[in-house]
Nanobody
């Protein structure tokens, strides 16, 4: 599975951004996740959506501000980020898991990764 993340950019605190993760092939059978990594920090789970398109889960930093959705007809997963904060600055990666039965927040349980898109939040 090839994944490409896009939609990052430079925004101000309080702004919104929508990231997209697209694939040339079908992703309907995969759990999909978004992770991020800030300089000097480890990879952090942001949000995930199960292959059923219904079950979702969010990292603590994303709860109440971010939403995740998928459009299997377009082979695309979206991460809507609202009320962005300085600490949201990071490279955001999308990932796909085709192995495990349940939606995971553990990055090692995702087999396929996109190249990342930079999100920078300024004051």
């Amino acid at each position: 599975v090839q994944l490409q993340a896009s939609g990052g950019g430079l925004v101000q605190a309080g702004d919104s951004l929508r990231l997209s993760c697209t694939s040339p092939g079908a992703v309907s059978s995969y759990h999909m996740g978004w992770f991020r990594q800030a300089p000097g920090k480890g990879r952090e789970f942001v949000a995930g959506i199960a292959r059923d398109g219904i079950s979702t889960r969010f990292g603590d930093s994303a709860k109440g501000r971010f939403t995740i959705s998928r459009d299997n007809a377009k082979n695309t997963v979206y991460l809507q980020m609202n009320n962005l904060k300085l600490e949201d600055t990071a490279v955001y990666y999308c990932a796909a898991d085709g192995t495990y039965p349940f939606l995971s927040s553990f990055y090692r349980e995702y087999q396929y990764w996109g190249q990342g898109t930079q999100v920078t939040v300024s004051s």
